[in-house]
């Protein structure tokens, strides 16, 4: 399985995660693994799936990323066409790129992040990817698709666009909590992976953020009447209803959209959903 790709495997200590693209049908469903308070793990090249949960086993034995990536591919007789990007619990990095990977291949490392690719435009893509994230600040999800973006806009994988993905651990942090999978998401195959990836990690945060306390707007009779007259215009409310009649249909309205998590209050309102309010009430 020949996966030329661009990737960035990182953390920030609180969350791990993977970002990676490639012209590479779902290159998602092969290259990233992570694991909250373990590692994150990005195999590519002529993938070797297996150091995913070999390797995510070792770091959680706390082994450190270089001895992680040193195990796999010591082991590993095929491992000149491998290549591979590691980062540990404690924010350590390593990457490793086999002599038999197609030009231009390698990695680069630097506090909590390795970035790696092959079958690039360039050296340039891992160096933008690695100032990216260096330079960057914010969750590691905005980070690691800022890295992504870089890695894009220098060039990519130069044999085109066709999929990417994101994945991003953190301890509880799943949907109900029953898991560390806080997000993960895939464009399995797009003219512009990225832009709908991109895309997508927007939808992620609408849908499954909570809000912002300091962005919240106070419900007053001036935005409560903005909100009734985009309920009345989708049929869910009367001009005429009271505001309690009001609020119910705003909670009803939420719960057909999936907004639950953006929409508890009766006092206040997200800047957010009143935007998708008002969209879907003039579309």
């Known amino acids: 399985m020949l996966i030329a790709t661009f990737s960035i495997a990182a953390t920030d200590g609180t969350d791990w995660g993977v970002a990676v ?33 070999d390797g995510l086993r070792w770091l959680g034995q706390g082994l450190p990323a270089a001895e992680v990536v040193a195990a796999l591919t010591g082991a590993d007789p095929e491992r000149e066409h491998r290549q591979l990007g590691v980062v540990d619990k404690a924010g350590g990095a390593a990457t490793y790129t086999g002599s038999a990977c197609f030009s231009w291949a390698g990695g680069r490392t630097g506090p909590g992040c390795a970035c790696q690719g092959n079958i690039l435009a360039g050296p340039e893509v891992v160096d933008a990817m690695m100032a990216d994230f260096a330079a960057s600040h914010g969750g590691l999800t905005s980070r ?11 060039g990519g994988d130069r044999r085109g ?30 003219t512009e992976p990225i832009p709908e990836l991109v895309r997508l990690v927007d939808l992620w945060r609408l849908h499954f953020e909570a809000p912002d306390p300091e962005q919240m707007l106070p419900l007053d009779d001036q935005l409560l009447e903005r909100v009734r007259r985009s309920l009345t215009r989708m049929g869910r409310t009367a001009a005429t209803a009271s505001r309690e009649q009001t609020l119910d ?15 508890h209050s009766r006092e206040q309102m997200d800047p957010l959903v009143m935007r998708l309010l008002e969209e879907r009430a003039t579309g």
């Open 21 to 53: 693209a490639s012209k590479f049908l779902a290159v998602g469903s092969a290259v990233p693994a992570a694991a909250a308070g373990v590692g994150a793990i990005a195999t590519q090249a002529m993938a070797n799936t297996a150091y995913r949960p």
């Open 249 to 263: 249909a705003l909670q009803a309205w939420a719960g057909m959209e999936n907004l639950e998590e953006r929409c």
């Open 144 to 154: 690691l698709l800022g890295a992504l973006v870089a890695g894009d806009t220098a």
């Open 161 to 190: 666009r066709q999929s990417a993905a994101i994945l991003v651990v953190r301890a509880g942090a799943g949907y109900g909590g029953f898991d560390d999978r806080m997000v993960d998401l895939r464009v399995d195959d797009h």
